[in-house]
T-cell receptor
């Protein structure tokens, strides 16, 4: 079955370390997205990509980086510059930007 | 700028009672509108979507939503709530191609017996 896979489900890192969250899809979707979810804040857009080798910053891109070398993959790196990285991170994909998304099951990152 | 407002942070409904979750959007043209549901610790699942045409759309799990352009609203309804409907619900708006969806802050639904 087609879907979108995020790994790992839980991630613990020490403060000051960079960490990379994986997102892979086999839906042949062109667009992929990263959102951050905090309690009471809804989903806030970090980065999105409409095609391979191209991506755009979202509302809260500072302290994060992404790459899109393959259509299937859109990894997110949380850098040491991100002031408050502890959160639930959601990856999604869609056939075209603005259309309905398919979401992964999320990665909960805890920085200690 | 586009925005989505879900006025109710938390709603409690008795099992078997009807449900309406409110969503208001701000956008200059006809938007694409969505409702998603999220169980704790999980990703979001699409309930229904509106792109154009009939303003009353049917979704999964017995949900429906009505697009009202004059009120800039897209409220989600269900005639009879089940305990398994307890979750967080998000309304989202999509603009022209080339942009990402904007989500509301969500409404948490609790179902009492």
């Amino acid at each position: 079955d087609g879907g979108i896979t995020q790994s790992p489900k839980y991630l613990f890192r020490k403060e000051g370390q960079n960490v990379t969250l994986s997102c892979e899809q086999n839906l042949n979707h062109d667009a992929m997205y990263w959102y951050r979810q905090d309690p009471g804040q809804g989903l806030r857009l970090i980065y999105y990509s409409q095609i391979v080798n191209d991506f755009q910053k979202g509302d809260i891109a500072e302290g994060y980086s992404v790459s899109r070398e393959k259509k299937e993959s859109f990894p997110l790196t949380v850098t040491s510059a991100q002031k408050n990285p502890t959160a639930f991170y959601l990856c999604a994909s869609s056939e075209q930007s603005g259309y309905g998304y398919t979401f992964g099951s999320g990665t909960r990152l805890t920085v200690v | 700028a586009q925005s989505v407002t879900q006025p109710d942070i938390h709603i409690t409904v008795s099992e078997g009672a009807s449900l309406e979750l409110r969503c208001n959007y701000s956008y200059g043209a006809t938007p694409y509108l969505f409702w998603y549901v999220q169980s704790p610790g999980q990703g979001l699942q699409l309930l229904l979507k509106y792109f154009s045409g009939d303003t009353l759309v049917q979704g999964i799990k017995g949900f429906e939503a009505e697009f009202k352009r004059s009120q800039s609203s897209f409220n989600l309804r269900k005639p009879s709530v089940h305990w398994s409907d307890a979750a967080e619900y998000f309304c989202a708006v999509g603009a022209r191609a080339g942009t990402a969806l904007i989500f509301g802050k969500g409404t948490t639904l609790s179902v009492s017996s």
